[in-house]
Each structure stands twice: as C-alpha cells, then as structure tokens.
C-alpha cells in the first residue's frame, strides 16, 4: 500500500466543516474519500498517519459497514463513483446535487444505521412505499407529508444506482433493489398553450400585454418560436445570433453558465425575421454578453422575472391565476407547445429535436442537420404559429397543416412530453 493521502475540508449542510481525504492505492489509482471526523488539519495528519501504521489507510471493502457510511461522500464531484461514471459518461452538477439531497434526506434516515449487507428487497419496498406518508420534522414538530409517485421514484432511482455501486464494489453480491418496481407514475400532464392564446399574448404592440417588460416578453416569444430550455435562453449571447438562425450552445443556472446544452450538443434554430430583429435590438445593449440581461451582459437576468412576466401577461389576456395553476402554464411549458405544433404541421421526430434539443425514451439523440430547404419550411412554420405568415393551402389561420416538408404517415402525436 502507498502512504499518499490528500487532506480537503467538506461543509457540510449544517455548516459543519470536517477534513476527509484521499488515498493512493498500491496501483496508483484514487480511491475515497473518506472521513477523518475532525475539523483540525494537524488532528487529520495525525488520523492518517495511524492508519498507515496499521495498514488500514484504504478501508478494506469486505468489512461490512453501514449504509451512511458507504453514503458519505458518495454524491461528491471527485468521488470514486462519480469519477468511474464521469469517466464513462457525462454526469452533471444538477444530477449530483438532486442525488445527494435526496441521500441525506430520505435515504440514510431510513437506512442510515443499517450494515449494507442487511438491506432487503422488502426493506426496500417498505421505504419505497412509505412516500405515500412520510414523517418529518419540520421546526422541531412532526409533520406527514404525501409525496407523490414520481418524487418516490427518483428517490429509488437513486438507491438503486448506490447499491449497484455496492454490488460493483464488492459490498453486496446482489442488488436488492432489482427486484422492486417502481411505482405507478402519477405524473400530472400539462394543458399546453392554445394558438390563439399565444397570438393574443404576443400582439404587435407588445406593451398592451406586457407593459414595460420587454425582456420578459422577448425572451417567452423565443420560447413560444423555439421550444428552447429557460437556462438555454438566460444563456444565449449576442455572439449567437446571426442573420436567419442562433446557436443554441450553452446554458445559464444555479450553477453559473456552462458551455454546453442539457444534452451536450448544440444546436443551430432557424428563426423568423421579426425575433431576429428583437435579439439584435436586445445586443445593442449588451454587446456579445448575455442578451436577457440588465447589466450590459455581464449576467441574464433571473428565470423568476421571465415566469413571473408570462404569468402577468397571461392574466393581462383573461387567463386567470387559478387557470394558471390549474393548467400548470409556465415558461417550460413552450416546450410541449412548439413540440406539439411542430409534430402536427407534419415535421418528422428528428427536425423536431434539431429544433428543440428534446431526448424522451421514445425519441433518439440523433440530431437532424438542417439544408437550405428545410430552414425555410421551419421559419414558414413558426410565421404560422406567430400569426404572421399564411397557409399555402387556403384554410384560416388556426390551421397549421399547410407545409409541405417531409411528413410522416403515422398518425401525428400531440401528446409528447417535454423535457
């Protein structure tokens, strides 16, 4: 065994600070990390430097332990197990985080103190059930809440990652995770946007909608035309935007901005001339910095000012607030509107996605690379939905089945889920 170990400090959620570290194995490689349970350097040193003495610096992994222990540090961003995924695929900070507070708030308080040998199929299940009523404690009073299904099985999606883990490790030969199935989705689906709701919320004068706020009436008009994500949108830069289409390449979030897309492959979107032109009046101000931005482009603005606009502005057209939420109507929801209109005007799966970037377990990842033709047919359709353009076929304006590009002969769904 080598003697290499490095020494980080780790916060954690109740503001606690204590050393973990890292060991080099006798091959070299990384492993960890693990605890030294102080919050002094020296004390940490010192912890190390005994379990070289005794030859246990790595811990022997046949030693049975218990699920909070295998839990610690397991979610980090230069973990063992992050650093195997991220070393077969990309593994994202948005991912990390959602998995970690989902471990130290539903899983080790209910497995915590169990030796991970000792977790069963019916433990499991048990746990899984409980969602349907689970005791917190909330301000030192107990309290049950009801999560619903889908909440529960990202919880287990994330149990059943970790103890695949343990069972790769050599903690558990079988997985007890395996043999439980999910539970019934009980996802709630959204009342999508109707044209003519989306023509009266983005009338040419846009002020007798949206008052003074016009970056929040530009940037839902690029998502009512592109489907694009909230974060793609906050991200979207001057530098981005040319004469007939914009480069969707980056996204802005809690984590800052990152140079890449949800999927990790960009995109370039045909756009009509009219949303060209408010990007570019946007980028007289801000230059090639952030376009959705009030400090010249040095940061966008915050996603809340963006839904809070659409919801103003939708009440401003008769929607009211119980509609709302009843409809579940928020800016994600441009996405199941453009994904839903462009599939019935006739556009086939893959130009769908090359415009919205849109993975489901029914669609593939395959991108579809746009000809001089087809940006044309797909500015023609967003004309359509703007209200701006004119069906080739002579029907109203409430048709959209007037385009000509490649159809497909099944029947069009309009139910696609956005994501």
């Avoid at 044309?376 to 004309?383: C, F, K, P, S, Y």
């Amino acid at each position: 065994m080598r003697n290499d170990y490095t020494l980080f400090l780790r916060k954690y959620p109740n503001g606690k600070l204590v050393y973990f570290y890292y060991a080099r194995d006798e091959n070299g490689a990384r492993r960890g990390p693990w605890t030294t349970k102080t919050k002094s350097k020296t004390e940490a040193r010192n912890y190390c430097n005994k379990l070289i003495k005794k030859g246990t610096l790595i811990p022997d992994r046949t030693k049975v332990i218990t699920f909070a222990e295998f839990a610690d540090g397991y979610w980090d961003r230069e973990s063992e197990y992050v650093q195997y995924r991220n070393s077969r695929t990309d593994i994202s900070q948005s991912y990390i985080e959602g998995c970690r507070c989902i471990t130290q708030n539903q899983i080790v308080p209910f497995f915590g103190n169990t030796p991970i040998d000792k977790i069963t199929t019916e433990g499991v299940n048990k746990w899984l059930l409980g969602f349907r009523q689970r005791e917190v404690i909330e301000n030192g009073e107990k309290k049950v809440i009801c999560y619903k299904n889908t909440y529960a099985n990202t919880a287990f999606k994330a149990l059943r990652v970790m103890m695949g883990e343990a069972v790769r490790r050599g903690h558990i030969k079988t997985n007890p995770c395996t043999a439980v199935p999910y539970l019934k989705d009980d996802h709630r689906e959204i009342e999508i946007f109707s044209v003519d709701e989306v023509r009266r919320l983005f009338p040419e004068n846009y002020q007798t909608v949206w008052g003074k706020k016009e970056i929040a009436f530009a940037a839902n008009k690029l998502a009512s035309l592109t489907g694009m994500r909230s974060g793609e949108i906050l991200g979207l830069k001057g530098e981005c935007v040319f004469d007939n289409y914009i480069l969707v390449c980056g996204q802005f979030g809690r984590f800052g901005y990152l140079p890449h897309t949800k999927t990790k492959q960009n995109r370039n979107i045909p756009l009509v001339p009219e949303m060209i032109d408010l990007l570019r009046k946007l980028a007289e101000r801000n230059g090639k910095g952030f376009l959705f931005s009030l400090n010249g482009g040095a940061t966008p603005i915050c996603h809340t000012v963006l839904t809070y606009g659409l919801h103003e502005a939708l009440q401003k057209i008769g929607i009211t607030k119980e509609e709302i939420k009843k409809r579940r109507l928020s800016l994600h929801g441009w996405r199941h509107f453009v994904n839903t209109e462009l599939v019935r005007q006739g556009f086939t799966v893959p130009q769908v996605q090359s415009i919205t970037g849109h993975t489901t377990l029914s669609m593939t990842e395959r991108y579809n690379h746009l000809d001089g033709r087809q940006i044309d047919n797909i500015i023609e359709a967003q004309a359509l939905i703007a209200g701006t353009g004119k069906p080739d076929d002579g029907k109203p304006d409430g048709d959209f089945k007037g385009l000509t590009l490649v159809k497909t002969n099944r029947k069009a769904d309009t139910t696609s889920k956005g994501a």
